[in-house]
């Protein structure tokens, strides 16, 4: 089997990819030869063309002769080569409108589509995701938005660090006040965001003595659904029905509002569920968060004051309360400052994709020694100018015109 890593194509361009050249070596050589490989050219991948050729791997634009195209991000659709096999995240699954012609191109390209987002075990679990990295370069981007708008200490950026060893070299720069740091979330991504507050040697509380106790040192808590959101009728919470039934509940976030300085989201919310605050919430003087790290980058979402995302090269705005709008960077004292980058893992590419083609090596390659397998064909979106049959509720969103 012949395997083609592609060139990422999609601007804002992502500099990540499938395997790094070493994994590509191991795996041709712990698969008997059975898998070649070969790497289109890019002047913008995170790992070069001649660290391939280095390895023994080929660099070539012809593509032709791969039974399978690896990528991350979505491919445009005058890339798409017809017939093949491709792995990537489309972004399709959830009727995207702005990739609605991605899959319409895919069906009338013979495209077999397999989609990394739904790759999961048997147990209905992710097998490969870069939320980790998430985790760990937004609340990095946090740390940082901290230290501009109060000036108590400066960071290189996350993306002009070479590897995630001089990222945590940078933190200890960090010099931190007694502040309240909060993290929503329970998975990966929030997994990842302790990793640099562990890596800062912030003390970790519970919920109830972040809430009620004064430090003389910066703490943080970790906080999930049951810990901010309540049954309307009783208060109570159920988390069985509260994943079938978000809609019985309402928020109980804004206690924490009270007392936390910095605020770093990474809990996935379903919007169904209840927003965390609203809006007009923040002008209240109780409302204490001055700095936001949305991990999740929702728009318009769980935290409401992303109301846009932000990019590597932009990367945060203000929010102000009082006029209820953004407005520029640390413009203000009383400003909530508002980091909502969209593709937080392409700060750290090396490291991302590494890991990244870890979990590839683990859960897919295996896969694709198999005649038939199970796991690829549930994340299979389409196959033979068709929608497999998960995916028939995209029928509608694949016929409309745009």
């Known amino acids: 089997m012949k395997i083609g890593l592609i060139r990422e194509n999609k601007i804002p361009i992502d500099k990540r990819v499938a395997f790094s050249p070493d994994q590509l070596t191991t795996i041709h050589e712990d698969s008997d030869r059975y ?6 050219p890019s002047p913008h991948r995170c790992y070069e063309d001649e660290e391939y050729v280095d390895e023994g791997i080929e660099v070539s ?30 972004h399709t699954i959830k009727k995207q409108p702005s990739n609605r012609k991605l899959l319409q191109a895919i069906l009338e390209k013979n495209i077999t589509m397999i989609d990394y987002e739904v790759l999961k075990d048997d147990k209905c679990n992710r ?9 760990i370069v937004g609340a990095y981007n946090g740390i940082w938005t901290y230290g501009q708008k109060t000036g108590r200490f400066s960071l290189k950026r996350a993306h002009e660090c070479f590897d995630l060893k001089e990222l945590k070299k940078e933190l200890q720069k960090v010099k931190l006040p007694a502040v309240k740091l909060l993290v929503t979330g329970t998975g990966k991504v929030a997994k990842g965001a302790i990793e640099v ?8 509380v519970e ?9 003389g040192e910066a703490v943080f808590t970790q906080v999930g659904s049951a810990d901010y959101n309540k049954r309307k009728d009783d208060g109570m919470f159920n988390r069985e029905e509260f ?3 978000p809609e019985l509940y309402e928020s109980n976030f804004l206690r924490f509002t009270k007392v936390a300085d910095i605020f770093m989201a990474a809990a996935y919310w379903d919007h169904k569920a209840p927003r965390l605050f609203e809006k007009k919430d923040t002008a209240s003087p109780d409302f204490k968060i001055k700095v936001i790290a949305d991990i999740t980058c929702d728009i318009d979402g769980s935290v409401p004051t992303t109301v846009k995302s932000s990019t590597v090269a932009d990367p945060v705005f203000d929010f102000d309360p009082q006029t209820q709008d953004t407005c520029e960077a640390f413009s203000g004292e009383n400003h ?17 994709s590494h890991d990244f083609g870890n979990q590839l090596m683990k859960h897919v390659i295996p896969e694709l020694l198999l005649e038939k397998s199970e796991m690829l064909d549930r994340a299979t979106i389409a196959k033979g100018g068709k929608l497999t049959t998960n995916f028939t509720y ?5 016929n409309q015109q745009i």
């Open 127 to 135: 097998v490969v995701a870069f939320g980790r990295w998430a985790g």
């Open 35 to 40: 898998f070649d490989f070969v790497v289109e």
């Open 243 to 245: 994943h079938k039934q």
């Open 394 to 398: 995209l029928e509608d969103y694949v």
């Open 61 to 90: 634009a012809d593509l032709d002769d791969c039974d399978v195209l690896m990528g991350i991000k979505e491919v445009p659709v005058a890339n798409l080569l017809s017939d093949k096999t491709y792995f990537f995240f489309s």
């Open 336 to 352: 909530i400052s508002v980091m909502a980058i969209d593709n937080l893992p392409c700060e750290l590419p090396r490291d991302a």
């Open 207 to 215: 919920p109830v003595a972040f809430l009620e106790k004064e430090y």
């Open 197 to 204: 507050l562990e890596w800062l040697k912030i003390k970790k």
